[in-house]
């Protein structure tokens, strides 16, 4: 079955520094979700990549997707105390069931 | 504030027992999902309802059961519980189900089973 993982599991950063997640996928994906979750909070929606070797970007924060459609990264530029959190990515199979797989998350710490 | 809310917040049980979690989607959305969060672990996709009807199913314990009601509302029914069945379920809700939907999560209830 599909399976979707993220790496690293645990990042602790000083505030300022850059931060980077990746996710990769066993097989192709159709599309893959980001979403964030605040510590004690529910998972919040924050893009959707559906084209190969797309780049999204949200301020401070830079979406990939793999030209194979099988990986994905998020990255954080310069961050602060307001990203910490964990980062979830999600994919979605290219056939068969139609629910999105959830990565491992990456929880990310920053340190003022 | 994402629209969707979960009943009960908290949940404090016994081995053995049966509990039944609520949710109620955002107005409009006809898709209903439900995860599983244990302690430091990832999202776990339970179930999914589409206007009703069952259109997905992820690693559901046979103990565990779920239905959406025609106001779109959906329970889910964990019995027999296990002190492994400790862990925050969350519902989120989408407008029509696809894998392209953004989900909506509501709020969770922590289970707690002592």
């Known amino acids: 079955g599909q399976q979707v993982m993220q790496i690293p599991q645990y990042q602790h950063v000083q505030e300022g520094e850059d931060f980077t997640t990746y996710c990769n996928s066993s097989?192709?994906?159709?599309?893959i979700q980001w979403y964030k979750q605040r510590p004690g909070g529910h998972p919040v929606f924050l893009i959707q990549l559906v084209k190969s070797g797309e780049v999204k970007k949200q301020k401070r924060l830079t979406f990939q997707f793999g030209e194979a459609k099988k990986n994905s990264s998020l990255h954080i530029t310069a961050t602060q105390t307001t990203d910490v959190g964990t980062y979830f990515c999600?994919?979605?199979?290219?056939?068969?069931?139609?629910?999105?797989?959830f990565g491992t998350g990456t929880r990310l710490t920053v340190i003022p | 504030d994402s629209g969707v809310t979960q009943t009960p917040k908290h949940l404090i049980t016994a081995t053995g027992q049966r509990v039944t979690l609520r949710c109620s989607p955002r107005s409009g959305d006809l898709s209903v999902y439900w995860y599983q969060q244990s302690l430091d672990q990832g999202l776990q996709f339970l179930i999914q309802?589409?206007?009703?009807?069952?259109?997905a199913k992820g690693n559901i314990l046979e103990r565990f059961s779920a239905q959406q009601f025609p106001d779109l509302h959906s329970e889910l029914n964990l019995s027999s519980l296990e002190l492994g069945d400790s862990a925050l379920y969350f519902c989120?809700?989408?407008?029509?189900?696809?894998?392209?939907?953004?989900?909506?999560f509501g709020p969770g209830t922590r289970l707690t089973v002592l």
């Open positions: 097989t192709t994906l159709s599309n």
């Open positions: 999600a994919g979605g199979e290219i056939t068969g069931a139609n629910n999105l797989f």
């Open positions: 309802y589409y206007n009703g009807e069952e259109r």
């Open positions: 989120a809700s989408s407008v029509d189900g696809g894998i392209t939907d953004t989900q909506y």
